[in-house]
């Protein structure tokens, strides 16, 4: 899976995720291939003030568009959006941001439903900061069935996630978590994990530019 973001304007982010995906199905056999892809708009309406209270704002839509192959099981087979609202602020080597937002959710047995989540995280040294993450989610598929065959869709979860970033260079960075579920785990997340490998890039503004209020 590629998560691609490119900021071709100020305070604007364009988001572009192919991913791949992995199905079998009792009794079947392992189906692969390209999966649904995800496109997204960041736009930073309220920039945060580093010396006083108010953080950054922006809002982030969503849309998973169904490339992958749902008679195999390697997608929905349907478009489904995400309109989420999500604000950050900093404090020195403190770092908090998080929010949530509405997912419309169509299929046979799906229900549109709601997620939240919120992070904390703290740079320890130069190269590495770690943070955690708290968020719930509410049911999102009717009598437990949703579209992809998962039976527990109708509970609501709550979970966590501990992790961090690694820098490496300025340019490239590792990034992991692992966590659990807190609500309805052994149906939901009894154990997660995940593991990142980041390239960034881009021009840097000149050092006057950096230093100006």
């Known amino acids: 899976m590629c998560d691609c973001n490119y900021g071709g304007l100020p305070?604007?982010?364009?988001?572009?995720?192919?991913?791949?995906?992995?199905?079998?199905a009792?009794?079947?056999?392992?189906?692969?291939?390209?999966?649904?892809?995800?496109?997204?708009?960041?736009?930073?309406?309220?920039?945060?003030?580093?010396?006083?209270?108010?953080?950054?704002?922006?809002?982030?839509?969503?849309?998973?568009?169904?490339?992958?192959?749902?008679?195999?099981?390697?997608?929905?087979?349907?478009t489904h959006a995400f309109v989420p609202l999500w604000v950050q602020?900093?404090?020195?080597?403190?770092?908090?941001?998080?929010?949530?937002?509405?997912?419309?959710?169509?299929?046979?047995?799906?229900?549109?439903?709601?997620?939240?989540?919120?992070?904390?995280?703290r740079k320890i040294t130069d190269k590495l900061a770690l943070g955690v993450e708290l968020f719930h989610q509410t049911p999102d598929a009717i009598r437990g069935v949703s579209?992809?065959?998962?039976?527990?869709?109708?509970?609501?979860?709550?979970?966590?996630n501990i992790g961090g970033?690694?820098?490496?260079?300025?340019?490239?960075?590792?990034l992991f978590s692992f966590g659990k579920g807190l609500q309805h785990a052994k149906e939901t997340n009894e154990f997660s994990w995940y593991i990142g490998f980041q390239i960034t890039g881009g021009e840097e503004p000149p050092k006057a530019q950096q230093a100006a209020p």
């Open 165 to 174: 970033i690694y820098d490496f260079t300025d340019r490239y960075h590792f």
């Open 89 to 121: 602020k900093d404090f020195g080597d403190w770092t908090t941001y998080g929010g949530g937002g509405y997912w419309i959710n169509p299929g046979p047995g799906n229900k549109n439903f709601w997620f939240a989540g919120w992070v904390l995280q």
């Open 147 to 160: 579209s992809t065959g998962f039976n527990f869709g109708s509970l609501p979860s709550t979970g966590f």
């Open 26 to 78: 009792r009794g079947g056999p392992l189906e692969w291939g390209p999966g649904d892809t995800e496109f997204g708009i960041k736009y930073r309406f309220i920039e945060q003030n580093k010396a006083g209270w108010v953080p950054s704002v922006a809002i982030y839509p969503l849309l998973e568009v169904p490339t992958g192959d749902a008679a195999r099981g390697l997608g929905t087979g349907r």
């Open 11 to 24: 305070n604007v982010q364009l988001h572009f995720q192919p991913g791949m995906a992995v199905h079998e």
